[in-house]
């Protein structure tokens, strides 16, 4: 019979321990997170969109290209100082990144230019990017 009472007083206080240590643990993340919510609030998106971009990465689809041939095109019309009548034609999406295209616009003094243009459109998120070791060492050669 005394054991069965040292038995429960024992349980009882190891019960009573794990349930303070547990409440001392929870009250001292509430408090960590109620005086660092800007840090938390900052990274969870962050965190978030990286898990979704790991798990379900976006496709490269018809609308992701017509939006690159845009983006590459007004690139194109910024770098020439917006001429009006700027043309582009043989326009392609190389490597689902690359866009190419050869051009010809008028000047005011009724110049007719021709040129290539190619440029690199990063519409992957940032974990998709990986570098290339060659570019890497190059520095060090």
Known sequence: MLSEK?????TKIILRTIF?????????????FIL???????????????VQNIFAPLKYSDEVELQLMKIGKYRLWVELDCPSNLTCYNSVIV????????????????NIIEGHYRT??????????????SELNKDYE
Request: charge should be positive.
């Open 6 to 10: 040292k038995n429960k007083l024992y």
């Open 36 to 50: 660092n919510a800007e840090y938390f609030g900052n990274k969870a998106p962050i965190i978030g969109r990286s």
């Open 95 to 110: 490597s689902e990144e690359w866009f190419e295209t050869d051009y010809s616009y008028r000047t005011n003094q009724k």
């Open 120 to 133: 690199r459109i990063h519409w992957k998120p940032w974990e998709s990017y990986f570098p290339d070791v």
């Open 20 to 32: 303070y240590q547990f409440l001392i643990l929870f009250i001292g993340v509430s408090i960590g």
